[in-house]
């Protein structure tokens, strides 16, 4: 599927206003996405739980423009206040999808955007803001042209579109988990957008929890793009290609046979193995403190003396996120408030769970 099948451009007499309303979710990879080439086309397939509360809200408003000009024609508010250096990011990527999308050039759009998370709590808000946004472009798509009509091709599109500008957001279009990248493993994967596999997963995995524990707020070190550009050189990167296809092997029948401590396993060893990447690139990027590590040897002796299956996994900075069972919830969270509460960064923690999915408003 390429996408540019249609010339979507609206005829003069059906320019009209809208508007369209989504939110969308963060998702936590546990087979990371980490180098890719091309246009966001990853070097391995992933695999990510979408989450519930850490969303983004999108809503966007367009009009016939008032005089016919070239290229984008963008009004932003970020959390009710204008903000131009997201406004030229996204100017930069709505212009890169006219070749898909040329009737973005006829219309006038706004764009206003909240997260249901702290801005400064140092969780990536890329894969939430950038499904938000294509699920509202696919729906304007949709609505002008009524090409979008089943379900499997407007989600299809939307993860296509999302990945356009984050990678890691084509797999948050899907409720419960994801995968992106082509695996022989998953029918009908592809590096251009990801596929659910919701239907696949064991009933543990799908009210697991994510508590993610802040141990620091600050902006990340390194950005994701230079971080999957240090890919290109890392003298380890083939290895780790061929292990993201193997783990991937391996964490399917867990996920399917509810093998908690096998996916905690593999959880753990990808976390890590992303941080080791970083560590052995050139530049060398060190994104853990060392509060992370204390955490991290506490959860792994709290899960061995309490035989309570909790994991971690890590983004690409130094909060830990803390895997678990529902039926677990009251020992972890008691876990957390004895023994981790003072590791925390102001003590903050953001509750959340596998969840459903995005929801158009
Ligand atoms: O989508 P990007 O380009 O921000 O890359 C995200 C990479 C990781 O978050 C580290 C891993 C992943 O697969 O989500």
Redesign the pocket.
């Known amino acids: 599927m390429t996408f540019t099948e249609k010339d979507l451009i609206i005829p003069q007499d059906k320019l009209k206003a809208g508007t369209t309303h989504w939110q969308s979710p963060s998702n936590i990879?546990i087979i990371?996405?980490?180098g890719k080439h091309g246009v966001q086309l990853p070097r391995n397939p992933?695999m990510?739980f979408t989450l519930q509360n850490a969303l983004t809200e999108t809503k966007l408003s367009y009009k016939p423009k008032e005089e016919p000009t070239a290229g984008i024609e963008l009004d932003f508010l970020f959390e009710d206040a204008p903000n131009e250096a997201f406004r030229s990011k996204l100017v930069t990527y709505l212009d890169s999808l006219l070749p898909f999308y040329p009737f973005l050039e006829q219309l006038s759009l706004k764009i206003q955007t909240v997260n249901s998370f702290p801005h400064s709590a140092g969780i990536?808000s890329?894969?939430s803001s950038m499904s938000a946004l294509a699920l509202c472009l696919c729906s304007i798509e949709d609505d002008f042209f009524g090409t979008l009509g089943d379900d499997t091709m407007f989600d299809r599109k939307a993860s296509f579109l999302a990945r356009l500008g984050?990678?890691?957001?084509a797999r948050s279009i899907f409720g419960g988990a994801a995968v992106w990248g082509q695996t022989d493993l998953v029918a009908g994967s592809s590096d251009e957008y990801a596929v659910s596999i919701e239907d696949q997963l064991h009933p543990i995995f799908k009210s697991l929890h994510d508590d993610i524990l802040i141990v620091s707020s600050e902006e990340k070190a390194v950005s994701?793009?230079a971080g999957?550009r240090l890919m290109d050189k890392n003298p380890y990167a083939p290895t780790r290609y061929a292990q993201a296809h193997e783990r991937l092997s391996a964490l399917l029948p867990a996920l399917k046979n509810g093998d908690i401590e096998k996916f905690g396993e593999i959880a753990e060893n990808e976390a890590l193995t992303?941080h080791g990447l970083m560590m052995t690139s050139n530049p060398s990027y060190l994104l853990m403190e060392p509060k992370t590590i204390a955490m991290i040897q506490a959860i792994r002796i709290y899960r061995k003396e309490q035989n309570v299956p909790v994991y971690f996994t890590l983004?690409?900075g130094p909060n830990v996120h803390l895997l678990y069972p529902e039926e677990y919830i009251s020992d972890v969270r008691g876990f957390v408030h004895s023994e981790l509460a003072n590791l925390l960064d102001e003590g903050t923690y953001i509750p959340d769970f596998v969840g459903e999915g995005p929801e158009e408003v």
């Open positions: 990879a990371k996405y980490w992933s990510s990536a890329s894969a984050s990678g890691s957001a994701s793009r999957h992303l983004d690409a």
